[in-house]
């Protein structure tokens, strides 16, 4: 009778530790995800007319330009924190750089923060996002502030989906794969 308990326990220990590390990403496929969400973030850049980066849909709130280069410092600081690398834009805050609030400025400064994130991934292996890192004061898996930084740019390309439909424009659809 032990014996079967104990098979039973050990198979479900087995079913548990299998479950739990399909869940992991690898950093091939983080690479990827950051590859599409650079796609992505830039269809969103595209949608919005030139005449709608300063828009807000209330004074209180970030223009689009604003929401884009603050995701652009997040991929930034985020990577940096996970990677050890240097962030090449430490102290700046780029929402409030006016020369990247053109069209082409916009999009040449957010494809280069994608491009640090994915850079920063570049050469890493899967387990190196076990090791412990300080991410704003707090103790983080490397993956998990990965997880983190795609979480953030998530969020705020989110939010500017309103502001480019405010503007009369479709926004790009989901691009989930």
């Known amino acids: 009778m032990k ?9 479900l220990l087995m079913l548990v530790a299998v479950g739990t590390s399909s869940f992991a990403q690898t950093v091939s496929q983080m ?3 950051w590859k599409r969400a650079k796609e992505y973030t830039q269809e969103y850049l595209d949608a919005m007319p030139a005449d709608g980066l300063s828009y807000k849909p209330t004074p209180e709130v970030r223009s689009f330009a604003e929401q884009m280069l603050h995701l652009a410092n997040g991929n930034y600081n985020f990577a940096a924190a996970a990677s050890g690398k240097t962030n090449p ?12 609030k053109t069209k082409e400025a916009l999009s040449k400064a957010v494809a280069e923060s994608y491009d640090f994130v994915i850079q920063s991934l ?32 998530t969020h705020h390309r989110g939010q500017t989906t309103t502001y480019i439909r405010m503007k009369g424009v479709k926004p790009p659809n989901e691009k989930l794969f």
């Open 3 to 11: 014996h079967k308990s104990l098979l039973r326990t050990l198979m």
């Open 31 to 33: 690479v990827d995800d």
């Open 89 to 100: 834009h430490q102290g700046k805050n780029l929402e409030k750089m006016d020369e990247l």
């Open 122 to 153: 570049n050469g890493m292996k899967d387990g190196d996002m076990g090791a412990s890192i300080k991410l704003f004061g707090r103790d983080l898996s490397r993956g998990a502030a990965y997880a983190k930084a795609f979480e953030h740019q």
